[in-house]
């Protein structure tokens, strides 16, 4: 069958008209938000800046046949035209960072090296997220037209963009740039972080003299995980900052590598204040015992600063050992150092410390009594309730006194049984004292308790069980019991 050429051309230009239709799909609505920055007031530009993301948004929803290319066309398009206003075309950019593809690249690449230092940022955003090597070639071709200031955020995104293909470049201006592109450059592989990178710093860092570019390379290197123990040794004995001598030793000790002892015995001899503290505290809380013992081996040799971090790490080594340590400490250290140890006693105590934080109770200063006071509470000891359930069916009144005061701050097997009992003796002194500590602990059925022990009492020892129940049944008591106690 023939087709007329009449015919023929007709269905070429429909099939144009359709492409380019499809083409410019979003390119109305685009112009007229475009346009709507032309007010000044800032309720309408929001207005507009949500139109134009949810414009976007919409065309690249999934679903949407090759949208992020439809709307890049569209947003080019109204980017070129001169009506449209600047601050439109900032917020075109942006969207184009969002969603734009390559073929922005090189309209973008113009107005990057453009004079118009407003959209020349925006420009360069959106092609450091535009994915592919035409954006990254566009990066490295800009960046010898540009100043100081731009060529330092060209290495930034090629830096963000994170390419293998990048790594030769920037390490070119890492041996050959002034300092502060040097510097970047620097962190720039440190971001990239593959070992093409890594390979250019460690070189890089061989011929490096002291100042900022090594203190940058340093810096890059120890943020790489797959750099090699000699460096990290090299970086701790010689690093040109004590940063990056403390963040050497803390990688060592935490790769648990060779020479570990020797770094850490190092470190503690440093005059470095934090370089101790870390050597202190990376090999106490590393759980290997060499590393551990690298630090306790010299504790008689340290000063009370350095005291304070051991004791503070102590709980990362076994029970025995850090209490033996602690007991030194209370025995020959200051006041602080002292106040620090009961706390930890108060973790890894056993009956060895029981003797002494009773006695620190009982007569020490007012600040050595509250830690003691916690230790007792906390210790795993039950060496201790058996010595004081001993204490409080003794004869001796101090002993019975003074336990039935420990009740306080330690819960032992049948401790109100005992001290109601001492309520229920003829001796004052023991029932004066046994109703103090129920003043704290008593719940519901110790204050029935006693109540019933009222009724049989008289005199002074009747009044001052009354003024306990008075004082704690309206907010302890029973329904009940605040009811009788309120008619005593």
């Known amino acids: 069958m023939k087709i007329s050429s009449n015919w023929t051309l007709a269905l070429m230009l429909v099939i144009v008209s359709s492409t380019l239709s499809l083409a ?5 609505k685009v112009i007229v938000i475009s346009k709507t920055f032309r007010n000044s007031d800032p309720d309408v530009q929001y207005v507009a800046r949500r139109d134009l993301e949810i414009l976007v948004s919409d065309a690249t929803a999934p679903g949407m046949g090759s949208g992020a290319s439809k709307i890049t066309d569209d947003l080019l398009y109204a980017l070129a035209q001169k009506d449209v206003p600047v601050e439109a075309k900032k917020y075109i950019l942006r969207q184009l960072a969002r969603v734009g593809t390559s073929k922005a690249v090189s309209p973008l690449s113009k107005i990057m090296l453009g004079k118009d230092k407003r959209l020349a940022e925006d420009a360069r955003a959106a092609i450091e997220s535009i994915r592919g090597g035409k954006a990254s070639n566009a990066l490295k071709a800009a960046y010898g037209k540009m100043d100081t200031e731009g060529k330092l955020d060209i290495l930034k995104s090629l830096a963000l963009r994170g390419e293998a293909s990048s790594v030769r470049f920037i390490a070119n201006e890492l041996e050959g740039g002034s300092e502060s592109i040097s510097v970047t450059a620097a962190w720039a592989l440190g971001e990239i972080g593959n070992s093409g990178s890594l390979r250019a710093l460690r070189n890089a860092y061989s011929d490096a003299r ?27 004995a010689e690093g040109s900052d004590a940063a990056s001598r403390r963040a050497a030793l803390r990688i060592l000790i935490n790769r648990r590598d060779r020479d570990i002892e020797d770094a850490i015995a190092l470190g503690l001899k440093s005059e470095d204040a934090d370089l101790r503290t ?26 009370p600063e350095d005291m304070l971090t051991v004791l503070g790490g102590l709980n990362n080594v076994e029970d025995e050992v850090a209490e033996s340590i602690a007991l030194q400490v209370i025995e020959n250290g200051d006041e602080s150092l002292r106040l620090n140890a009961l706390d930890l006693i108060g973790d890894v105590g056993s009956k060895r410390s029981i003797d002494l934080l009773l006695n620190t109770f009982e007569s020490g200063d007012r600040a050595s009594q509250i830690k003691a006071a916690s230790a007792i509470a906390q210790i795993d000891a039950p060496e201790l309730d ?23 701050y330690r819960n032992i097997p049948n401790a109100k049984m005992y001290l109601v009992e001492a309520v229920k003796s003829g001796d004052p002194t023991i029932a004066r004292g046994a109703l103090k500590t129920l003043s704290v602990i008593a719940d519901s059925s110790d204050l029935d308790q006693l109540y019933a022990i009222a009724n049989s009492k008289s005199g002074e020892s009747k009044r001052l069980i009354v003024s306990l129940l008075k004082k704690l049944a309206p907010e302890f008591g029973s329904a009940a019991l605040q009811e009788r106690v309120a008619n005593l």
Request: glycine letters at 6%; zero cysteines; a negative charge.
């Open 24 to 28: 410019g799909e979003y390119r109305d």
């Open 386 to 408: 058996e010595r004081l359930a001993g204490m409080l069916k003794s004869s001796d009144s101090k002993k019975v006194l003074f336990a039935q005061e420990v009740l306080v």
């Open 210 to 236: 002291s100042g900022p570019v090594k203190q940058a390379i340093e810096r890059s290197l120890l943020s790489n995980s797959s750099v090699d123990s000699n460096l990290l040794h090299e970086i701790f």
């Open 278 to 303: 870390i050597a202190i505290e990376s090999a106490l809380s590393s759980g290997v015992e060499k590393f551990q013992r690298a630090v306790l081996d010299r504790v008689v040799e340290m000063g």
